[in-house]
Structures are given as C-alpha cells and as structure tokens.
C-alpha cells in the first residue's frame, strides 16, 4: 500500500502522514500555494500546517515565496538518488540512445516505466519546433491510453495487466481503445510485434510509436518517439524505435 493509497482517516493520525499530505497537494499544474489553501487540500488543521510548512522549509522540502510555498531543491536531490536516475540507472544507460532516436527523428522522445496502471515519464527529449505534447518528466498518463502503456503491459505480468484493464481504459480523447476485449486484442498484436502505437489516444493531433525495454522476459521501461498526425509516420520509426529498447535492455544491469 502507497502513502497514497492510505485511507485519509489514518495517514493524517500522525505528524508524518500530515507532512505528506501537504507535500502531495503540490502539482505539476499548481506548483505554488499559499498555506490556507495547502491546509484545506491536505485536510490538515491551519495551525499545524503553518508548524509543518516551517519545518519543511528549514529542512529544504518547500520554499516560501512571499505568502506562497513550492517543493524545495531537497526533493529534487532526493528524487535523483533513486535507482532509475542514479549513475548507471536507467535514465543513464537509457540517454545516449535516446539522444540518436532524436537525432534521427527530430520528434518527441519519451523513456517511461510502468507505475500501477499509470505510465510515468522518466525522461524526455525534443527540440525547439517540437509538436505540444501532455507528458513532461514525472508526470503520468494512463497505462491504457498511450503507445508506452500498451508496451509495458503487452509484456508484462499478468496481474499488472489485469489491474489497468480492471480499472477500466479511462478515455482521454474520442481516439482511445476503450473496449476491453479489443485492448486485450491489441496487447496481443503488440507481444506479437514488438512495438506499439498511439495513434491521437492521448492527445488529438498526436501520433507515438513505442517498444519496450524487457530484461528477463518483462518490461522494465519502454521508449517512445511521438510526432504530429499526419507529419509523421510512426510505422517509419518503428524498428529504429525497437533496435534503441534492444540496446537499452542489453546494456542494462539493474
């Protein structure tokens, strides 16, 4: 069970449980809150959130700006030390291929591992006329809707499979697979082929080709290259895409 998953009820019982509620109101999209606002999203008391946000911000987890708080420079450090990003990690082995697949395409590329039923994006590279894309590093999507989702589960264990197709392909636009029966149709295809794609299911106007990174038999991680409908032919990348997740894997050693 994840911090997240703990019903509210228990994780705000301790001091601990009420830092990582305030921690986790942050978001990509609201970066910076002011403490009123971080007490009525984490459910904690206005008198202990002000106790926790000084002791947060002396230690380096948040900063102040003016009335406002943000996530400090200590979670970035600490983020970094996990074995993905460390030297040697996943996202290092992973960059040098990732850099050719751009040089070659000079579209979006995306290195993703599978988090519960969500794909989060490890690393991304892309250029200055780079086609708008929803992903950014450390953000998430849904495994079900997005050409590196259906690579990391087409090879990938049964209850992670059953667990995204259980909680139901959650459609982010008219374009994503929503039947379930013809997911499991497209996982096959996938396992079969070795590659998968994404065509405008996470973002009309975006098309993805992907192919996973399998150490032992399953995924570890999946790498994509994603371009504009119709200016790019993700079938034309497909097996530069598939010869990278190769290489990744073989030079991998977790």
């Not at 911090?3 to 978001?27: N, Y």
């Not at 904690?44 to 708080?69: D, I, M, Q």
């Amino acid at each position: 069970m994840t911090a997240v998953d703990i019903p509210p009820s228990t994780r705000l019982d301790t001091s601990i449980g009420k830092a990582m509620a305030l921690l986790d109101a942050f978001t990509a999209d609201v970066p910076s809150l002011g403490a009123s606002e971080l007490a009525r999203r984490a459910g904690v008391p206005k008198s202990t959130t002000h106790r926790l946000l000084a002791f947060l911000e002396a230690n380096g987890y948040v900063e102040r700006t003016g009335t406002s708080y943000r996530l400090g420079q200590r979670l970035f450090e600490l983020g970094n030390h996990i074995a993905f990003c460390r030297p040697r990690g996943l996202r290092d082995v992973a960059l040098p291929y990732l850099t050719d697949l751009y040089e070659r395409s000079h579209q979006v590329v995306h290195l993703a591992v599978l988090d519960g039923t969500d794909v989060l994006y490890l690393e991304k590279l892309f250029g200055h006329r780079h086609v708008r894309t929803p992903s950014y590093v450390g953000g998430r999507v849904p495994a079900t809707c997005c050409a590196l989702g259906k690579a990391l589960l087409a090879f990938g264990d049964d209850t992670s499979v059953a667990a995204a197709i259980a909680s139901g392909p959650r459609p982010l636009t008219p374009y994503t697979l929503a039947n379930k029966a013809l997911f499991r149709s497209e996982l096959a295809r996938v396992h079969h082929e070795g590659v998968a794609y994404d065509r405008e299911e996470v973002a009309v106007g975006l098309t993805c080709v992907a192919a996973p990174i399998v150490k032992h038999g399953h995924a570890v991680a999946a790498v994509s290259v994603a371009g504009p409908t119709g200016a790019f032919d993700p079938t034309q990348h497909a097996a530069a895409v598939r010869r990278a997740a190769n290489a990744i894997a073989a030079d991998y050693h977790p």
